[in-house]
């Protein structure tokens, strides 16, 4: 079947696209587009063209796995000027999400109508790129240049009555069959006489002069290691002040260097990573799911709170847990704060705060959570105490209900093996602040019933998370990884490198924070009290050796003033301790440790490579499905830049032959301890593969 259809409605042609499952803009659909205008054209019975789409939503954008190949005629500009070249006015008719590629369409015709529940906008910068076809000059034409920058350099699509109320479209209609709705809507155009109407003739409003560099400004932090953004100001700025065929031309090239850039095949690897991550080996669309409709929380600390709050929105009912009184109200203050707090930014109504707490109820008694569907273990992380909460959830708890224990490091088996029932027993590893960070890690127990997980797959979704599937072992994939990550952290300090330095550096290079403002924001005692109760950690006096000193101090971190760093009462803003930098000196000097200048260079690779080794240990245990799970792992939970697309991501980026080199490098330098090259990583550099080409050997 074509992907463009043509039929005639009167005096009306409607242009329908079917490309599932997002009708994104291949070259077929490129082509369907131009011949099926050609024909309305040409045909003396038509007056006016509808071009909308079959399915569940007008052109999601350009079809994004087309972007690593040679470009192949006719581009996407060309379509859209094709369109906007019609003698005869056209209609977009748009329906579910209008994005991208597909938005730049919709502004190549005439006139513009949307469903009540349309969204629209322009995703591009989410994937490193901008509008590319046109839509960079368009927009600001229809909308004015600051709503335009706004849509452009957030990504963030608006709804159809907003889109209506900025000039982007020109009515919203409520009819289900929006097809239907741009048919009438074109037959009132004919018989008013109205004429084709273009965007390019439009003059953008002007900006005051200071407008761009205010603008590059406030932008600055956020789109840091990005080459869209700026680029896509610079397309507004000649929107606002060039001729519109120059302006394109440059819109163009600016294109082109993005869709080059490795930033872009980075965070092009994390949209399709993303998806890729609920295709778990096992679970298909045939395994059964359990209904959830209650979920029983047990502890109410910030975690358990804040988890609550999250399937309270998702529209569950929510039980709350704990057996301390005094801990229960705090949990549901934190409960309304948070309420309190979605309201202040807007993101909800009083309404839904009233209709959230309609579905809440707070509890000291097991006995209540006999009707729960799920209950999420979040108390403290501690083996014993876990024990006895899930055997008390197994006496509790009807037949069917699924167990999830929220820990972020214990053994999810010998938590499963309190209870008489292991194979519905899950881990739910949440990352604070939980309502929203995106991440749940879904730990597999060994008995665990796929059910179960393709179960909790599917309460990620319904709470807006990314739900990635992990293996059990100490600390799963994240913290697993995590502990790698800041041991090169605490050597590097030992070593001389300041812990101002370290965090700028890495903070440069993309990563969300520095390590050491994490661990002092996440409390230095957290991580001592788990490594307290290890007993398998390496044999190294030097292994998180500040960390440990600093905690034994009673320096927490930000909630006493003092961690690594030192804050200000009521700042939270980090500041160098010449404390501290004495202390580590002190440390070094009682190891036997020469300290040293250290370069940033030798910071990333230590700390990212360190990332990458055990990255591929964990590959090799066959407790991550694919490399691409263990990016949405590090760029969801853990601040990793997703523009250099997860750990790795950046290794295939910068060619697994260097980083094994360096790993050897390291090994020689440092010893074998932690730089023991994995054999896969070996294989692969001696090979000339990369991660993204590695497939998990059948039955592992
Ligand atoms: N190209 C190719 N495939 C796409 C695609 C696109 N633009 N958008 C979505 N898909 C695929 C997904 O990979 C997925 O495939 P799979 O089933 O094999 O995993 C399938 O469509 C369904 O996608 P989702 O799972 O994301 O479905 P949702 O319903 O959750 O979301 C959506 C739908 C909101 C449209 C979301 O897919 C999305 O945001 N897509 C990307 C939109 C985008 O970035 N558009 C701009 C593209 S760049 C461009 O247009 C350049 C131009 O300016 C020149």
Redesign the pocket.
Known sequence: MSAVALDKQGKVAVIAIDNP??N?VSRAVREGLIDALQRAESDPAIEAVVIGCTGR?FI??????EFGQPPQAPL?PEVVERIEACTKPVIAALHG?A???GM?IALGCHYRIARKDASMGF??V??G?L???T?TQRLPRVAGVERALEMMISGRPVKAPAALDAGIIDAVSTEDDILGAAVNYAENLIAGGAAPRRIRDLETAPVPPQFFADYRKKMARKTRGLPAPERIVRCVELAASAPYDEAIAREREYFLECKASPQSAALRHAF?AE?QVSKVPGIGKETPRRNIHTVAIIGAGTMGAAIAYACLGAGFNVLLLDNDAAGLERGEATINRLYEGGIKRGRITSADMADGLSRFTATRDYADLAEADLAIEAAFENMAVKKEVFAKLDSTCKPGAILATNTSTLDVDEIANATQRPGDVIGLHFFSPAHIMRLVEIVRGAATEPEVIATSLGLAKSLGKIGTVVGNCFGFVGNRMLYSYGRENQLLLLEGAAPEFIDATLFDWGMAMGPNAVGDLAGLDVGYKVRQERTDLPDDPRFYRMADVLAKMGRYGQKTGKGMFRYEPGSREPVPDPEVQALIRQEARRLGIEQRDIGAQEIIERCIYGLVVEGTRILEDGVANRPGDIDVIWINGYGFPRHRGGPMHYADSVGLDRVYATVCEFRERFGPLYWEPPLLLRELAQSGRTFAEWQMPAGQ
């Open positions: 499952p997002v994104a939503t999601a954008g350009a079809d994004i796995r996407l999400t994005l991208g590629g730049e995703p591009e989410t994937l790129l509008p590319g076809a839509g399709f998806r």
